[in-house]
């Protein structure tokens, strides 16, 4: 398995939860990370990106301000603390890897895909 996302689950209205990308393989030699998610019915959305090499991120305009994206090299792990979570952030999380830049955060530039993750909101 070359991504392993977890740390999805049910949570109440403005609580919060930590996923993890862990990276393995051809992977770890990709630009970065990023999350995505895929509520119900629809399709899937960017959320966040962080390359391994430098500290650029970047975020969604539903992200900002209340998901931090973070990584930690050495264990070769991409996190994602959401917080402030809303019934609309309920979704199917996904990490995924790129080896191409364009400045684009469209998932057909990502070509490795994890498994998801369920995140479940309540109110």
């Known amino acids: 398995v070359q991504l392993q996302a977890s740390g999805g689950g049910l949570v109440q209205t403005g609580g919060s939860l930590k996923l993890s990308c862990a990276a393995s393989?051809?992977?770890?030699?990709?630009?970065?990370i990023g999350w995505f998610r895929q509520p119900l019915g629809k399709q899937r959305e960017f959320v966040a990106h962080i390359n391994w090499s430098s500290e650029a991120i970047y975020y969604s305009d539903s992200a900002k301000g209340r998901f931090t994206i973070s990584k930690d090299n050495n264990k070769n792990t991409v996190y994602l603390q959401m917080n402030s979570l809303n019934t609309e952030d309920t979704a199917v999380y996904y990490c995924?890897?790129?080896?191409?830049?364009?400045?684009?955060?469209?998932?057909?530039?990502?070509?490795?895909w994890g498994q998801g993750t369920q995140v479940i909101v309540y109110s």
């Open positions: 393989g051809r992977t770890i030699s990709s630009i970065g």
């Open positions: 995924a890897a790129r080896w191409r830049w364009d400045g684009r955060f469209d998932p057909r530039q990502y070509s490795l």
